[in-house]
């Protein structure tokens, strides 16, 4: 097998917070490179759900008074308020193509593996090996990659269908994450066997 084949039946794609608003021009946090792979990641599901690949879709979603009376962590104030639970710019954007068999999580800090059933779900289903892609690089992808990898996922993160507000973001955290836990490679690269 290819150094980058992956078994479909131990496979998902991680499909990180590609939501309105990182992805779209109206949003709040809106990344034009975030918006820039909105087909890469489109394209990378299609092809792994071809395969008979699980698909896994994760939403950034913030509750009004999470942040209150916070002692540090504070995403409001880091980055002001953003995909607020119920608003138009916590939906994943319209050209994913979500289907009843995906899985989609809603986390509320970088990490998608962080008080969220996503590693209960995975290993329910047998799943080893994570395709990570969506937005942003150097954030909630690289925290949810590191996440899995100490959790013995094999984390692989997906370089040309991830987003970031600058290229020196993406590359710092591909590096770091190719490095440290995981490893990189292109939508070329993948090869289902």
Known sequence: MPTDAFDPERTAVVVVDMQNGFCHPDGSLHAPASEAVI??????????????????????????????????????????????????????????????????????????????????????????DLLVCGTLANVCVLHTAGSAGLRDYRPVLVEDAIGAIEDEHKEYALEHADWLFGEVTTRAEVVFE
């Open 39 to 128: 087909d890469d990641v489109t394209d990378l599901v299609q092809e792994a759900r071809d395969a008979g690949a699980r698909v896994v879709y994760t939403r950034d979603v913030h509750p009004p008074e999470q942040f209150e009376g916070a002692h540090y962590y504070d995403e409001f104030d880091r980055w002001g308020e953003h995909v607020v639970e119920g608003s138009w710019e916590a939906e994943l954007v319209g050209e994913l193509d979500v289907r009843e068999s995906d899985h989609v999580v809603e986390k509320h800090t970088y990490d998608a593996f962080y008080e969220t059933e996503l590693d209960g779900w995975l290993s329910a289903r047998g799943v080893d």
